[in-house]
T-cell receptor
Framework: RKEVEQDPGPFNVPEGATVAFNCTYS??????FFWYRQDCRKEPKLLMS???SGNEDGRFTAQLNRASQYISLLIRDSKLSDSATYLC????????????FGAGTRLFVKA | DTAVSQTPKYLVTQMGNDKSIKCEQN?????MYWYKQDSKKFLKIMFS???????INETVPNRFSPKSPDKAHLNLHINSLELGDSAVYFC???????????????FGAGTRLSVL
């Protein structure tokens, strides 16, 4: 089993739709979780950290389910500008500064 | 006032050559990384330095040698380039603090390496 797994997509949704992505991780001792966004031919950028209690930032909501070892990202009222690849990132708590990136989920929002 | 800058942005070279990629961050971070993103877009960590000390060294051919002259710089030298080295190489940095912030990484724009 891969350390971090994501559905590669692509997810094709119309503007205004709600879309959700899941990401599973294998190390139950993992401590920190993040969602990054990567636009085509650009560098990854932090979208949001994922807190144990779940957190929201505008149209974006992140959830953590430790029992089932997955994190989720919900995007409400999708915009054309949300089209990107969304990377799930997990710190496996092996000490040090290592983080594991998922392969990403591609999202296309169409007019 | 770019936070993490890499040079060059594009690198096209022949097999067997030796090349270097430079990275500098002006964020005052203690930790820097090199990642490789291949054609399948999978982002894989190669190396990490904390205060000029190597702390992560993944399974990478020893043709790849990182060098950190100070904590604001992390360069990557590649010897005897091979076709399979073609990829985008990203430099990143993160602060050394406690809590969640220590693993938030800031990436450079990437270096697109093509080996012919």
């Amino acid at each position: 089993r891969k350390e971090v797994e994501q559905d590669p997509g692509p997810f094709n949704v119309p503007e205004g739709a709600t879309v959700a992505f899941n990401c599973t991780y294998s190390n139950s001792a993992s401590q920190s979780f993040f969602w990054y966004r990567q636009d085509c031919r650009k560098e990854p950028k932090l979208l949001m950290s994922v807190y144990s209690s779940g957190n929201e930032d505008g149209r974006f909501t992140a959830q953590l389910n430790r029992a089932s070892q997955y994190i989720s990202l919900l995007i409400r009222d999708s915009k054309l500008s949300d089209s990107a690849t969304y990377l799930c990132v997990v710190e496996p708590n092996t000490g040090g500064f290592k983080t594991i990136f998922g392969a990403g989920t591609r999202l296309f929002v169409k007019a | 006032d770019t936070a993490v800058s890499q040079t060059p942005k594009y690198l096209v070279t022949q097999m067997g050559n030796d090349k270097s990629i430079k990275c500098e961050q002006n964020l005052g971070h203690d930790t820097m990384y090199w990642y490789k993103q291949d054609s399948k877009k999978f982002l894989k960590i190669m190396f990490s330095y904390n205060n000029k000390e190597l702390i992560i060294n993944e399974t990478v051919p020893n043709r790849f040698s990182p060098k950190s002259p100070d904590k604001a710089h992390l360069n990557l030298h590649i010897n005897s380039l091979e076709l399979g080295d073609s990829a985008v190489y990203f430099c990143a940095s993160s602060p050394t603090t406690t809590g969640l912030a220590k693993n938030i990484q800031y990436f450079g724009a990437g270096t697109r390496l093509s080996v012919l």
